[in-house]
């Protein structure tokens, strides 16, 4: 059985309040522990967690340690973890994967470039969600009129 160390963990999530998205990744390796949070209005909740992970992936410099996605979303890590089969093919299911197509495909190549990477549905979310709703609070406030 692998080890929390031995692998990286890119946890994503995504919190809405009023049209206004907060993305959230958390990168675990080890004892090391980096969060990145990003704002975004309008745009669906896929989206969001699309460009969280893609996020993720791309702040990881080695791309040979082995690599769990963790999402909330049960449609994401079921698509995702059928990256190969489907995407490969170019085959979108729904309109909203034929207007998430770019992201889908990056997603593709980012992922091409890992020795081992997975996904899992497990995400439980915690203290990530506060920080979201805190950033998008302060997000509000600065762009009132």
Request: with cysteine; hydrophobic share 35%; glycine share 4%.
């Amino acid at each position: 059985m692998q080890k929390e160390s031995d692998k990286i963990s890119v946890l994503c999530h995504a919190v809405e309040k009023g049209g206004i998205h907060c993305k959230v990744v958390v990168l675990k390796y080890g004892k090391h522990v980096k969060t990145f949070y990003d704002i975004e209005e309008d745009i669906s909740h896929e989206k969001a967690i699309l460009c969280a992970i893609i996020v993720g992936l791309s702040k990881i410099k080695n791309t040979s340690i082995p690599t769990q996605i963790n999402v909330e979303s049960k449609y994401l890590a079921e698509k995702i973890s059928d990256l190969g089969n489907l995407w490969k093919m170019k085959k979108f299911d729904t309109q909203k994967e034929l207007e998430n197509r770019g992201l889908w495909c990056w997603l593709l190549d980012l992922s091409d470039k890992f020795d081992k990477i997975s996904i899992v549905r497990n995400y439980k979310v915690t203290s990530e969600s506060t920080g979201c709703l805190k950033k998008i609070e302060e997000y509000i406030y600065a762009h009132e009129e």
